[in-house]
C-alpha cells in the first residue's frame, strides 16, 4: 500500500448527553466517540476536535475564558486543556490517577478541579496554565459523580455524589494550597434534618441502668478504623434524599434539587440545609412535583426541568416560589445551561434531541439537533443512491443518513431489530427482526421510509441478512441453522426460493458474485451457540441465473437440492470469530493469534456432502491488539477494512496485507460489536460501535491508481445495474404500502368464500408491531398435508376401514385365546401385525422408561444422601435420642432432654476449669475455715444433686476468665441436669414398655373369652406412639406404602413358584382322610378341653324330630327324660362357665385399668418433676445469659476504648501537625508582612519625590502635573469589567491570569490617558513623556500594593482558620479525654456491679407486685440476718413500748383502785359508825356476854379444836358418820364440823376436778404446738398480706398516714444502710482487686453476706 494513503474523518454524529458545555457565546462542544464535537448554534457550523488517545472519558468547558478539557482513555490518563476557537492545546496535565477520571470543573480563572476513579478517588485541584498540581485530597471523591466550581468563588467546589453533597474550599497561604471538605447533611426522606454520628459526641452515662452502659454503634459493631464513622453512618442513618442537580445562587448558596421531588437551600459555609418545595405537602404547586430534576440559574429566576416535557422559570422569595414563564418541549430533558450571556437556554434530551429556549419575550424553542440517542444495530452503505446511508438503533429505529450526515428520515419499527442489508438492484432494503420475520423497506424517499413487505422465515432472531453484489440472492440465517434463499425481485414479491440446513449456526455470514464461473457463494462460519468462535466453513453454491426447473430443484418441503446447490466444508487451523468472502479467497481473524489470515479455496467440484477439506493460511499478518475485530471486504475486493474493540480502523490491500492506513474512530469498548461498512465506490467507510452511541464517516485517500480503480469499478457495475435498477424501482413504487395492502387482502378476504385461511398481519403507520403466527416452512408444511389429504382422502377412507376391520377382528381372537387351553394358548406379542413398529415403540418406551428409571434413581439417590445427612447430624450423632412418654388416660406428654456427645474440646476445658478450681478453693481454704456462710441459692439445680462444687460464687465473677470459666460449669450443671432427669425418664419409659407388654397379654386372654362368649365389643389396645418410639421413622413399614409395589421379573418368578408350592401343600393335605374326619368330628383334637364346653351340644334324639310326643314309647320316653336331664346339666355348666369367664375378663380389664392409672400418676409425679428440671434448667442458662451479655459489655467497653484511644492518638498526631503548620505559616505571614511594608513604603516615596523629581518645572505646572498625576481611568477599567463578566451578581476574585489580564487591560487605559492630546499647553514634551513614565511606575506600583494586600489578607485569613482549627483539636482532645476517663469509671463500676441471680419466696420479696411481673428496678437486695436482726430490733422495741404502756396502764389502775379504796373506807366508815349505833341499841342474852366479857379466847378456841380432833380420830376408827357423834358437842363446834366435812369433800372434788384439767391442759399443749407451727407461717403471711393490703389499699389513706410515714422514715434509714454498706463494699473490692493484682492467688476466698 502507497505510503501516502490515509483515513481523514468527513463527519462523525451522535449524543449520549453526557458532557454538553456551552465554550463561547453560541458554540457548544460534547464528546462523541474519540472526538470533541463542535457546533455553532447560530450558523449550524460543524468542527471536529480527535482526542490523543483512544477515546475521550470526561469533558468540561468554562465559556467566559473559551477553555476546555478533557482527559483521554487508557492507563495512567492525561488531562488535556484546549482553547476555543483555536483548539489549541494549552496545556497536558498528568496526574496520579492510574485508570480513569470520574468527573472533571474548569473555572473562569486558571483551576481546574479533577476527581479519578479507583483505586485512590483523588480529587485534585491544577492551575493549568504550568500545569501544576496545586492540592489533591485522597479518597475525597469516592462517590463523587460532578464537580462544578462557583463561579463566584473560585475557591469553592461543589462535588455531587450519588447520595452525598460535598462543598469543597480552596484555602490559599501564598503558593499553598489546600483542600477543606464541608460534607452537607441532607434530610431524610420525610424531610426531618439528618444528624450525622461523629465518633466523639456520644457520651457514656456513669449511671448505670440494668442493662449495662449504652454503648455507639461503632463499640458495639467492633468497627475501628479511620472509615467508622462513614460506614456507622451508612448501616444506622435513615434513607437521605438523593441530589439531582445543583446550582450555585449569586450569594454563593446552592440550590440542590433531589430525586424526591423537594428543593432544598444550601448554606455551605454554616452547613446548614433548609426545604424550600416539599413534594409531599398537600397544598404543594402540583406543577412542579419532580421537576428538579436539572437547575440553571438565569440572572433572578431559576431554571427547574422535571421528567416531564415542561421547562419552568421560577422566581424564589424565602420559601414561596411563582412560576414566571413554562415552555413546553416536545420530548423530555434532563439537561439545561444557559450561554455566558444568558441570552439562550440549551435544554438536551437523553433521546439526542436539543432545544434552545429563547428568554426573551418571544419564548420560542427551536430544535438545533435531533440525532437519537439508541445503541447502533447496524449500518450500511446504500449501493443505489450514492448520497445515502443506513443505520438501525436499538430497539427498531431506521434512520436515512446523507453523506453530509444529516438526517433525510427515519421509520420507528416497534420490535427489535437485528440485521440490516441494502439491496443493490432496487433502492430498498431488508430488516430481520427479533421475532424472525424480514421487513422491506422502501427508502426510494428518503425523508419517508415504508414497509412495502414482511416475510415470518423464523421463530427466533434473524441474525444475518445478505446480498450478494448484482443481487441475485438474498440470504438470511438464524440461530436455528436454517438459511433461507429469497428473491430480492420486487416483482417475485420478495418470494422464498428454498432453504438449507447448516451444521451449526453461523457467526458471520457473506456472499459474492462470481462472474466467470456465474455462480453465487455464501460462506458461513459455523459454530455451536455457546462459543463465539470457530474452524467450521461451510460455503454453499448456487447458479446466478436461478432456478431453471423449481420442482428440480427444491423438494416438496422448499429444502435446496444437490442440483442447484453445491456445500463445501473447510477446516482451519485456528478459530476464528469474522471472516468474510473475496473471489478465491478467504480473509478472516483469529481473536486468539490476535491476527488477520487469507485461505486460498480450492476449485469448486462436485464432492461428498461430508467430505471436509483443510485449508491452510496463505497470508498471516499481525492484527488489532484488543479483538475481537469485525471485517469488511470492499465492493471492488482490494481493500479489506478491520476495526477492533479499540476503535482503530485498518484498511489493507487484499493482495499485500502487510502494509496498512489506521484510523482512530470509535472509543475503546470492552464490550459491544464494532460496526464498518464499505461505499459503493470503496472510497468512503463507515464505523460505528453498538455500544459507543456514535457514527464516524471517514474518506479513504489512496495512490491515484487505486482511487481510479475503484471507481472504475463502481461505474461498470452501476452501468450493469442501471435498466435492473430503473425497472425494479417501479415495480417498487407500484407496490402498496403493506398497511394498504393489508386492509385490501381483507377486504378480498370477506368477499370471498370464508373457509379461506386469512393472513395475520399488523397494520402499521408509523410503526410497526408484528404478531406471532406460522412461519413460511410451517405453512409449506401444513399446505402440503392438505394437499395430500384432498389427493389421497378416498384412499385413507378405506384404509381406514380396513384398519377398523382388522383391529376387531385382532380384539376378538386375543377375547377368544383367553379361554383356549394352555397348549393352544399364544402370547400377546404374537398378535402384534406390524413387528418392526412394535420394536421401534417399545425402544422408544425403553428409552423413556431408561430416562424415568434414571431420573427416579438420581432423585433417590439425592433423597438418600439427605437422609444420611439428617440421620448422621440429627440423629447418629445424639448420645440420648430425642422421645416422649404420653399418659395413658390424660393428655399428659414427657419429653426428655436430646443430648450429644460432648466433644473431646468441651472435656478438656471443663477438667481444665475443674483442675483451675480445686488450685484456687485450696488457696482459699484458710479464710473459708475461719467462717463460711451459706451461698445464695439462684436454681433448683441442688434439688436434682447436680450442683457442682466448682460453681463460683456470684459475687466473686468479676474478670473475664472468671466468666468464661462460670460458663462452663454451667453448662455442666446443666447436662448433669438433663442426665438425671433422662434417667427418670428412661425409668419411666421402660415401665410404659413393660405395661404395654402385661396389657397385651392381658388383652390376649379377653380376646380368648370374648371369642368363646361372642363377644363384639371393642377392646382397648394401647401402643407407643411415633414419638415414644422415634426409631419407627427410620423403617418404611409395607402398611404405609400407599402404591403398589413394582416387582421385578425375577421377584415375580419367585412369587409364582412360592404360590405353586403353596397350592401342592394344601393338595396333599386335602388327600388325608383321617385328618379331614378328625377336623369335622373334633375340631382336629382328640380330648375336648374346658374351655370348648360353650361349643358341646346334646345332640336331639331322632324320633322326637320324626314322630309326635302321642307315639313315643316308653323306652323313648325315658331316653328323652335322659335327653332333658342331660341338656340341663349342660346349660348348667354352660352358664357356670360363662360366668367365670365374665368374671376372669372383668378382673383382667379391672388390672388393666388399675395399672394404667398407678402409671398416670407416675406420669403426673414425673411431669411435675420435668417442670422442676425445666426451671432449673432455664435459671442455668438465665445465669449463663446474663454472663454471655457482661462479657458482650465487656468487649464493646474494650472496643470504645480503642476506638477512643485511636482517636485521641490521630488528635495528638494532628494537632501536633497543625501547630507545626500554625508556626510555618506565622514565620511566612510575617516574611512577608516586611514585604509588604516595603512595597507600601516605595509606594509613598513614589508621591513625595514628586515634586523632586519635577522640581525643574514652573510650579504651575507641576500643580496641573500632580492633579494629573492622580488621576486614574476607572471609567474604561469598568467598561472592561463588564464586557468581561456580563453576569451583573458579583465579580469572581483576581488571581493568577486573571490579576496580570486585569494589570494588562488597565496599562492599556493608562496608553490612552498618557496621549500628547492631554498634555497640558505648553509643556514640553520630553517633561510630559517623563511624566507619563513616573505615573506609569506609580501605577503599577499601586497594583502591586493592592495584589500584595490581597495576598496578605489570604495569608492572614489562612493563619486565622489554621488558629481556629488547633484551639477546636485542643478541644477535641479535651472532650475524648474526658470521655475516656469517663468510659473507665463506667468500666470499673460495671465490673463491680454484678448482677446475681437469686430464689426467693414470697415472703422474701419486699417489693409491690401490683403488675404481672414484679419491677426490681429500684430494689435492694439484702442478706436475711439484716432483716431478722431488724425484725428482733423492732420487735424488742415493740415489747418495750407494749411493757410501758402495762405500766403506764397499771399505774393508772393503781390510782383508780386508790380511789376506789378510799371511797371504800370512806363506805364502811360510815358503815362502822351505823353499826355502833346498831351495837348501842343491839340487846344481848347472858351467853353473849360472857363470851363477849370473857378474854381468855384462845386457850377456848384450842379446847374446842383438841375435842373435835378427838371426835374425828374416834369416828374415822369405828366408822361411824360423825353426825351420831356429834351430839355431845355445842352448836358452834357442831357447826365447826360440818364446815370441815363440807371442805374435805370440796378438797376430794377439786382434786378430782385437777386431774381431769390436766389431761385436758395435756391434749390442749399438743394442739398448742401444731397451731404455735401454724401461727408462724400464718403470722409471716399475715403480716405480708397485710403490707400488700396497705400499699394497695385505696378506701381512706387518711388512716394509714401515720403508719406509712413510720415505713418511710424506717425504708429511708434501710437505704441509707444499704448506701452505706455498698460504698463499704466497692471499697473493700477495689482494695481485693488491687492486693489480687498484686499477690495472686494468695488470697482467700471472700464470703459475701
Known amino acids: 500500500m502507497n505510503s501516502s494513503a490515509c483515513a481523514k474523518v468527513r463527519w462523525i454524529q451522535g449524543f449520549t448527553n453526557k458532557h454538553v458545555y456551552f465554550v463561547d457565546k453560541n458554540t457548544i462542544g460534547y464528546p462523541c466517540g474519540n472526538y470533541i464535537y463542535f457546533l455553532d448554534l447560530n450558523t449550524k457550523k460543524q468542527a471536529l476536535l480527535q482526542g490523543p488517545g483512544r477515546g475521550i472519558s470526561v469533558f468540561a468547558a468554562n465559556s467566559n475564558n473559551g477553555m476546555f478539557a478533557f482527559s483521554s482513555r487508557g492507563l495512567s490518563p492525561s488531562i488535556f486543556v484546549h482553547s476555543h476557537p483555536s483548539l489549541e492545546l494549552k496545556n497536558e496535565l498528568k496526574g496520579s490517577s492510574k485508570l480513569d477520571y470520574v468527573s472533571l470543573g474548569l473555572s473562569g480563572g486558571p483551576y481546574l478541579v479533577s476527581c479519578s476513579s479507583l483505586p485512590d478517588f483523588t480529587i485534585t485541584v491544577w492551575n493549568w496554565e504550568n500545569a501544576t498540581s496545586l492540592c489533591q485530597q485522597e479518597y475525597g471523591g469516592k462517590d463523587a459523580i460532578s464537580l462544578v466550581f462557583n463561579p463566584w468563588n473560585l475557591l469553592q467546589i461543589c462535588a455531587i455524589g450519588e447520595t452525598t453533597l460535598t462543598v469543597w474550599n480552596i484555602e490559599r497561604n501564598g503558593d499553598l494550597h489546600v483542600l477543606k471538605p464541608s460534607p452537607i447533611e441532607l434530610p431524610d426522606l420525610d424531610g426531618a434534618v439528618a444528624k450525622k454520628f461523629v465518633l466523639s459526641s456520644h457520651n457514656v452515662s456513669e449511671e448505670l441502668c440494668y442493662f449495662g452502659p449504652e454503648m455507639p454503634p461503632s463499640a458495639i459493631t467492633g468497627l475501628n478504623g479511620d472509615n467508622t464513622e462513614d460506614i456507622v453512618n451508612k448501616l444506622f442513618r435513615k434513607a437521605r434524599m438523593t441530589p439531582a442537580a445543583i446550582c450555585w445562587t449569586a450569594t454563593s448558596h446552592l440550590y440542590v434539587g433531589c430525586k424526591e421531588g423537594f428543593l432544598l437551600l444550601v448554606e455551605p459555609e454554616h452547613q446548614s440545609v433548609s426545604t424550600i418545595f416539599n413534594s409531599k405537602t398537600p397544598n404543594g404547586t402540583p406543577e412542579l412535583k419532580h421537576s428538579f430534576q436539572a437547575l440553571v440559574l438565569h440572572k433572578d429566576n431559576l431554571i427547574s426541568i422535571g421528567k416531564n416535557n415542561v421547562v419552568h422559570s421560577l422566581k424564589i422569595k424565602g420559601t414561596q416560589i411563582e412560576i414566571t414563564k413554562t415552555w413546553e418541549l416536545s420530548a423530555p430533558v434532563t439537561t439545561a445551561l444557559c450561554s455566558p450571556s444568558y441570552e439562550t437556554l440549551l435544554c438536551a434530551s437523553d433521546m439526542g434531541q436539543m432545544f434552545t429556549l429563547n428568554t426573551s419575550p418571544s419564548e420560542s424553542v427551536t430544535k438545533v439537533l435531533d440525532v437519537s440517542s439508541g445503541d447502533f444495530v447496524a449500518i450500511a452503505f446504500s449501493p443505489t443512491d450514492k448520497n445515502a446511508c443506513l443505520t438501525v438503533r436499538d430497539p427498531g429505529q431506521l434512520q436515512v443518513w446523507s453523506t453530509d450526515g444529516i438526517i433525510l428520515g427515519s421509520l420507528t419499527v416497534q420490535t427489535k431489530i437485528t440485521s440490516l442489508a441494502c439491496c443493490p438492484i432496487a433502492n430498498y432494503v431488508a430488516l430481520g427482526t427479533a421475532s424472525g420475520e424480514v421487513l422491506f423497506i422502501d427508502v426510494r424517499d428518503p425523508s419517508r421510509p415504508r414497509v412495502v413487505h414482511q416475510t415470518h422465515l423464523y421463530h427466533t432472531s434473524v441474525d444475518h441478512l445478505v446480498f450478494d453484489q448484482h443481487g441475485h440472492y438474498l440470504f438470511t440465517s438464524s440461530p436455528d441453522s436454517y438459511i433461507y434463499v429469497l428473491d430480492p425481485k420486487p416483482s417475485e414479491r420478495f418470494s422464498v426460493l428454498g432453504y438449507t440446513v447448516l451444521p451449526s449456526p453461523p457467526l458471520a455470514l457473506s456472499a459474492q458474485y462470481r462472474k466467470e464461473s456465474e455462480q453465487v457463494a455464501v460462506l458461513a462460519l459455523c459454530a455451536d451457540p455457546d462459543q463465539k468462535c470457530s474452524r467450521m466453513l461451510t460455503l454453499l453454491s448456487l447458479p446466478a441465473e436461478g432456478f431453471a426447473d423449481i420442482s428440480k430443484s427444491v423438494d416438496c418441503n422448499g429444502c435446496l437440492t444437490s442440483t442447484v446447490l453445491n456445500v463445501s466444508k473447510y477446516e482451519v487451523p485456528y478459530p476464528l470469530t469474522s471472516c468474510v468472502l473475496g473471489n478465491s479467497e478467504i480473509f478472516a481473524y483469529c481473536h486468539k493469534q490476535k491476527s488477520l489470515h487469507s485461505f486460498q479455496l480450492p476449485p469448486v467440484c462436485k464432492h461428498k456432502f461430508e467430505q471436509v477439506f483443510q485449508l491452510s493460511p496463505t497470508r498471516e499478518v499481525k492484527g488489532h491488539a484488543l479483538g475481537p475485530a469485525s471485517l469488511a471486504l470492499s465492493p471492488h475486493k482490494l481493500w479489506l477494512a478491520s476495526l477492533g474493540q479499540d476503535g482503530v480502523l485498518q484498511v489493507r490491500s487484499s493482495a499485500s496485507m502487510e502494509k496498512c492506513i489506521e484510523l482512530q474512530c470509535q472509543s475503546l469498548s470492552l464490550t459491544g460489536v464494532q460496526l464498518v461498512s464499505f461505499s459503493a465506490n470503496s472510497q468512503t467507510i463507515l464505523t460505528a460501535n453498538t455500544k459507543d452511541g456514535s457514527l464516524l464517516c471517514a474518506n479513504l485517500s489512496m495512490s491515484e491508481a487505486a482511487n481510479r480503480q475503484a471507481t472504475e469499478y463502481s461505474l461498470s457495475v452501476e452501468f450493469d445495474l442501471l435498466s435492473q435498477v430503473r425497472q425494479k424501482n417501479s415495480v417498487l413504487g407500484d407496490m402498496l404500502e403493506w398497511s394498504e395492502e393489508v386492509t385490501r387482502r381483507k377486504a378480498d378476504e370477506s368477499q370471498g368464500s370464508g373457509s379461506l385461511p386469512s393472513i395475520d398481519v399488523t397494520e402499521q403507520d408509523e410503526s410497526y408491531t408484528p404478531l406471532s403466527r406460522r412461519t413460511w416452512l410451517e405453512s409449506r408444511r401444513e399446505a402440503i398435508v392438505k394437499e395430500d389429504n384432498e389427493k389421497y382422502s378416498e384412499t385413507k377412507k378405506s384404509l381406514r376401514k380396513r384398519l377398523t376391520e382388522l383391529r376387531d377382528t385382532i380384539q376378538d381372537m ?281 361349643k358341646l351340644e346334646i345332640p336331639t334324639p331322632e324320633f322326637v324330630l320324626t314322630k309326635p310326643e302321642s307315639q313315643w314309647s316308653e323306652e323313648e320316653k325315658k331316653m328323652y327324660k335322659e335327653y332333658e336331664r342331660k341338656s340341663e346339666e349342660l346349660n348348667e355348666e354352660k352358664e357356670k362357665y360363662r360366668k367365670v369367664m365374665e368374671a376372669e375378663m372383668k378382673k383382667l380389664q379391672t388390672a388393666t385399668k388399675e395399672a394404667t392409672e398407678k402409671f398416670d400418676e407416675t406420669i403426673t409425679k414425673l411431669f411435675e418433676r420435668k417442670m422442676k428440671c425445666e426451671m432449673a434448667v432455664n435459671q442455668e442458662e438465665l445465669k449463663i445469659t446474663c454472663l454471655v451479655y457482661s462479657l458482650l459489655i465487656e468487649e464493646e467497653l474494650r472496643h470504645r476504648e480503642v476506638e477512643l484511644k485511636l482517636k485521641l492518638e490521630q488528635m495528638l498526631t494532628y494537632k501536633d501537625e497543625i501547630g507545626e503548620e500554625v508556626m510555618r505559616c506565622e514565620e511566612d505571614l510575617e516574611q512577608f508582612r516586611m514585604t509588604y511594608d516595603t512595597i507600601v513604603a516605595e509606594d509613598k516615596d513614589l508621591d513625595k519625590e514628586f515634586k523632586k523629581e519635577f522640581s525643574d518645572v514652573p510650579s504651575h505646572f507641576v500643580d496641573e502635573l500632580y492633579k494629573l498625576f492622580k488621576r486614574r481611568p476607572r471609567a474604561q477599567k469598568m467598561r472592561a469589567q463588564i464586557i468581561k463578566n456580563p453576569i451583573p451578581f458579583k465579580d469572581p476574585p483576581l488571581c493568577g491570569s486573571l490579576a496580570l489580564d486585569n494589570l494588562g487591560k488597565l496599562l492599556k487605559a493608562v496608553d490612552e490617558i498618557d496621549s500628547h492630546q492631554n498634555m497640558p499647553q505648553g509643556l514640553n514634551p520630553i517633561i510630559w513623556e517623563r511624566f507619563c513614565v513616573f505615573r506609569r511606575t506609580k501605577i503599577e506600583k499601586e497594583h502591586k500594593v493592592k495584589m500584595n494586600a490581597l495576598t496578605f489578607a489570604e495569608m492572614q485569613a489562612f493563619v486565622q482558620k489554621r488558629r481556629e482549627e488547633e484551639r477546636a483539636t485542643i478541644e477535641e482532645i479535651k472532650v475524648i479525654s474526658e470521655e475516656l476517663e469517663r468510659l473507665h469509671k463506667v468500666k470499673n463500676r460495671f465490673t463491680v456491679d454484678i448482677m ?209 410515714y413510720q415505713e418511710i422514715r424506717q425504708r429511708r434509714k434501710l437505704k441509707d444502710l444499704a448506701q452505706a454498706q455498698v460504698e463499704e463494699l466497692g471499697f473493700l473490692w477495689a482494695e481485693v482487686e488491687r492486693l489480687r493484682t498484686k499477690n495472686f492467688p494468695s488470697l482467700n476466698q471472700l464470703q459475701h453476706h
Open 814 to 1094: 386375543m377375547r377368544e385365546n383367553e379361554n383356549v387351553p394352555e397348549i393352544e394358548y399364544l402370547e400377546q406379542k404374537e398378535f402384534n401385525l406390524d413387528v418392526d413398529e412394535q420394536k421401534r415403540l417399545e425402544a422408544i418406551m425403553e428409552e423413556e422408561v431408561l430416562k424415568k428409571r434414571t431420573e427416579s434413581e438420581w432423585d433417590i439417590l439425592a433423597k438418600c444422601y439427605l437422609r444420611d445427612v439428617l440421620k448422621r447430624d440429627c440423629w447418629d450423632s445424639m448420645k440420648v435420642k430425642g422421645r416422649s412418654v404420653k399418659a395413658f388416660h390424660s393428655e399428659h406428654e414427657i419429653k426428655n432432654y436430646p443430648l450429644k456427645e460432648r466433644t473431646e474440646q468441651e472435656l478438656e476445658d471443663l477438667r481444665r476449669v475443674e483442675q483451675t478450681r480445686k488450685i484456687e478453693k485450696a488457696q482459699c481454704a484458710n479464710q473459708e475455715e475461719k467462717g463460711q456462710n451459706d451461698d445464695i441459692k439462684s436454681s433448683f439445680s441442688f434439688e436434682f444433686g447436680c450442683s457442682s462444687p466448682y460453681v463460683y460464687d456470684q459475687f466473686e465473677v468479676q474478670s473475664r476468665e472468671q466468666k468464661v470459666n462460670q460458663i462452663i460449669l454451667l453448662q455442666d450443671v446443666i447436662h448433669q441436669v438433663k442426665t438425671a432427669f433422662n434417667k427418670e425418664f428412661d425409668a419411666a419409659h421402660k415401665q410404659k414398655v413393660h405395661e404395654l407388654k402385661n396389657i397385651q397379654l392381658r388383652n390376649t386372654r379377653i380376646k380368648e373369652i370374648m371369642s368363646e362368649l361372642d363377644l363384639q365389643e371393642k377392646l382397648w389396645e394401647p401402643s407407643l406412639t411415633v414419638a415414644e418410639w422415634p426409631e419407627k421413622l427410620l423403617t418404611v413399614q409395607d402398611s404405609e406404602i400407599t402404591a403398589e409395589k413394582y416387582l421385578t421379573p425375577e421377584q415375580k418368578e419367585e412369587l409364582e413358584k412360592k404360590a405353586l408350592e403353596e397350592k401342592r401343600h394344601l393338595a396333599a393335605k386335602s388327600g388325608n382322610a383321617r385328618e379331614r374326619a378328625l377336623d369335622n368330628m373334633m375340631d382336629g383334637v382328640l380330648e375336648v378341653k374346658k374351655e370348648y364346653v360353650l
Open 1396 to 1604: 446475681v441471680q437469686v430464689l426467693l419466696k414470697q415472703s422474701q420479696v419486699e417489693v409491690p407486685n401490683t403488675e404481672l411481673t414484679a419491677d426490681y428496678t429500684d430494689s435492694v437486695l439484702l442478706h436475711r440476718s439484716v432483716v431478722e436482726d431488724l425484725n428482733k430490733n423492732i420487735r424488742m422495741l415493740g415489747d418495750r413500748k407494749i411493757s410501758t404502756m402495762v405500766e403506764c396502764k397499771d399505774f393508772r389502775k393503781h390510782i383508780i383502785q386508790q380511789e376506789w379504796e378510799h371511797k371504800k373506807s370512806r363506805m364502811q366508815i360510815e358503815d362502822l359508825e351505823t353499826k355502833a349505833r346498831d351495837i348501842q341499841t343491839f340487846k344481848i342474852s347472858e351467853e353473849q356476854q360472857e363470851y363477849l366479857h370473857k378474854t381468855d379466847r384462845d386457850s377456848r378456841a384450842s379446847k374446842q379444836i383438841a375435842i373435835l380432833e378427838k371426835t374425828i380420830a374416834f369416828q374415822e376408827k369405828v366408822k361411824l358418820p360423825l353426825c351420831y357423834n356429834a351430839s355431845f358437842l355445842n352448836s358452834s363446834v357442831y357447826d365447826a364440823f360440818n364446815g370441815f366435812q363440807s371442805h374435805l369433800k370440796n378438797v376430794e372434788h377439786r382434786k378430782k376436778k385437777i386431774e381431769q384439767l390436766k389431761r385436758q391442759a395435756t391434749l390442749k399443749s399438743d394442739k398448742t404446738s401444731v397451731l404455735d407451727v401454724q401461727l408462724s407461717d400464718m403470722g409471716m403471711t399475715v403480716a405480708h398480706k397485710k403490707q400488700i393490703h396497705g400499699r394497695i389499699a385505696t378506701d381512706n389513706p387518711s388512716l394509714k398516714a401515720e403508719e406509712r
